[in-house]
Each structure stands twice: as C-alpha cells, then as structure tokens.
C-alpha cells in the first residue's frame, strides 16, 4: 500500500485496513502531539484514494474493517468523503466498519444533517481528542476549542448515530490541585457527552513538541505514576453515565485497565486502590514497555 510519512491509528484499529485520505493533521499545533509535525496538512486526490483501494483489494481480498488515516478523515468535503466511503464498502463485501479520528473543529464543520449522511453510509466510529473537560487547559494545550465548542462536537457524532470513542490525556494538567480539576472537568464533560467509549492515555514527553521542551525547561511538571492513578480514580468516582466503556489499556497507561461504567467501577476503583495503598510499583507496567 502507498502511505506518506509516518501512520498512526488507535490501538482499536489493529487489524484495521488503513487508507490514507489526508496528510497529516488540519489543526496540527495541539502542545503535546507529535504526530504529524513532519506533514503539511492536505487532502489526497480522490482518483489516488480510489486507486488504493483497488490496490487493497487485490492484496487483501475481502476486509471487515477500515481506518482512515492521517489525522482529522473528516476535514474532506462530505461529497468527497461520502465517494470514498461507499466505494469502500463496494469494494469489500463483508465490510461493517469504517473508523476515523475526529477533530472538534472539523466536526463542526459538518452540519448534523452531513453527519447523519456520513453515518448512513457507513462511517460508524469516530476517535476525537478530548484531552479534557477543563476550559483554560483547552486553551493552554492549544486544542483550538473551548469546553463549549468540544462538547457540542461529540454531541453532534454521538446524536449522528456514530459510534464515539473520547480520548482523554491523564496527567495533563500537571500535580496538585490543577490535577484535581482537571479530572473532575473530564468526568463532567464525559457525562454531558455520553461517547461510547472512554479511552485515557498518559501524557508522554515527544521530543519537539512545546511539551517537551516545556518539561526540559522546568515549565510543566509530569505526574509520577501514583499522582496518574490517583487522577484515574478520581475521574472513576466521578462519572455518572451508564453504560460507558472505560478503555485503559494503551501503552502509555502505568496501570493496564479496563471495564464497564457504572457495572465494573468498584471492581475498578479497587484495582487502583490496590496499587495506591501500598505503592507498589510492582504491579505498574515497567518505563521501558511504556510507549505511545
């Protein structure tokens, strides 16, 4: 398959076919990403698009799944994006999912009757950055949105029928008490939200971001790995909605974990519990098979 730059996808997506629609991310300049800083944002011609697709077909044969890549699938035009959608669904037979990263911005580009269509024809998930539910931390990671604005995004998808995984960063705000408001902000705007999914990452260092640098630089201070569960739990506690799946188990998590909210939330609060009482870091997963 042809692919420009360097492709990333959830960890979900696994065994999903990834078609490459756009280069790049359409916002690109969130603190802490280091994804696409190599790309200049654009979209693919749609006759390369199609031509991938074919080429897919022949190497692959029939697929379930499908991921489009880069950052943000949903930035192209709908009439574009709808052409890839049903050719894709042309193409494989036993197609039943076709998943893209969401940006907030890009989403509310769409008016709900584009995103009611787009569902109609057969995008089914959408992964959006979340990060958090706090205001003035939005505006300090450069997310391009307020709380407002990234609420009504996920509302837009979840009411579109779209099936919505929240992605949300652990350890963003730093220690103390901006920790402790950022989780309670993220529990909030989780429930207002209602996704499907909720999947947490722990904000890792990439070199060349502001992030980054800000760490080097004594400007940020990372949570250690007890302050990271200790926000984990918090935002446990705090979610009201029902059900919701919890999706802990990235690579870049200290404490492997998952389940479902509210049934699995005792069964998970003490899982954290275990490991904060008596610090045991044994039972964390080891620096070196961390990674993002």
């Not at 919505?164 to 909030?188: I, N």
């Not at 699995?264 to 490991?275: E, N, P, R, S, T």
């Amino acid at each position: 398959m042809r692919y420009e730059g360097n492709i990333f996808r959830p960890f979900s997506e696994a065994a999903s076919y990834l078609l490459q629609c756009t280069v790049g991310c359409s916002h690109n300049r969130c603190t802490f990403c280091g994804m696409y800083k190599d790309k200049k944002y654009r979209v693919r011609q749609l006759r390369e698009i199609l031509d991938d697709i074919r080429m897919a077909k022949d190497t692959y044969g029939d697929v379930e799944k499908v991921f489009l890549c880069d950052g943000d699938a949903i930035a192209i035009e709908t009439e574009t994006l709808l052409k890839i959608i049903h050719a894709l669904y042309e193409t494989f037979p036993s197609l039943r999912h076709v998943g893209s990263y969401v940006g907030p911005q890009s989403t509310l580009a769409k008016s709900p009757a584009e995103l009611r269509t787009l569902r109609s024809a057969g995008l089914t998930k959408a992964y959006i950055g979340v990060e958090t539910g706090d205001d003035e931390l939005l505006k300090k990671i450069h997310k391009g949105v307020g709380r407002a604005e990234m609420l009504e995004a996920g509302r837009r998808l979840v009411e579109a029928g779209i099936n919505l995984s929240a992605m949300v960063l652990l350890g963003l705000a730093g220690p103390g008490e901006l920790s402790r408001r950022h989780a309670l902000a993220t529990a909030q705007i989780c429930d207002e939200m209602k996704p499907q999914y909720l999947a947490a990452l722990t904000v890792t260092p990439v070199p060349g971001t502001v992030l980054y640098r800000q760490v080097q630089k004594g400007e940020f201070q990372l949570l250690d790995p007890f302050e990271t569960l200790e926000e984990m739990k918090m935002i446990f506690e705090n979610i009201t909605m029902d059900p919701l799946k919890f999706v802990g188990t990235h690579a870049s998590n200290y404490l492997p974990i998952t389940g479902t909210l509210q049934k699995d939330k005792q069964k998970m609060i003490a899982l954290v519990d275990q490991v904060l009482t008596g610090r045991d870091g044994r039972l964390l997963r080891p620096d070196h098979l961390r990674g993002l």
